[in-house]
Nanobody, 125 residues
Framework: QLQLVESGGGLVQPGGSLRLSCVASGFTLDDYAIGWFRQAPGKEREGVSCISSSEGSTYYADSVKGRFTISRDNAKNTVYLQMNSLKPEDTFVYYC??????????????????WGQGTQVTVSS
């Protein structure tokens, strides 16, 4: 069974940093593109970042460019999301999911599967 598990969320003050991890089991992560998404209760899901399976191309939402960095460690079957300069508006549940490519669907998560359970990120003083 293909499964992704997120971790690393928590409470952080504005300007702080967190690193989220997305660990895969049941499949080889380097065969897939992995996207990070976030969602608040009652709100639309939004794409945060995506990393391709092959050359490791990366994509970011405008709202996080320059602050967030996505990376992958295929040996550990893990994708990371380093989040710096966090703002209160970054408060969401963050999810990772898999697809074959970071195509036109990544900003919304359409076509992505094996969604994890999510990890809560709260940015507050």
């Amino acid at each position: 069974q293909l499964q992704l598990v997120e971790s690393g969320g928590g409470l952080v003050q504005p300007g702080g940093s967190l690193r989220l991890s997305c660990v895969a089991s049941g499949f080889t992560l380097d065969d897939y593109a992995i996207g990070w998404f976030r969602q608040a209760p009652g709100k639309e899901r939004e794409g945060v970042s995506c990393i391709s399976s092959s050359e490791g191309s990366t994509y970011y939402a405008d709202s996080v460019k320059g602050r967030f960095t996505i990376s992958r460690d295929n040996a550990k079957n893990t994708v990371y999301l380093q989040m710096n300069s966090l703002k209160p508006e970054d408060t969401f549940v963050y999810y990772c999911a898999a697809d074959y490519i970071c195509g036109s669907g990544w900003p919304t998560g359409d076509g992505f599967g094996s969604w994890g359970q999510g990890t809560q990120v709260t940015v507050s003083s």
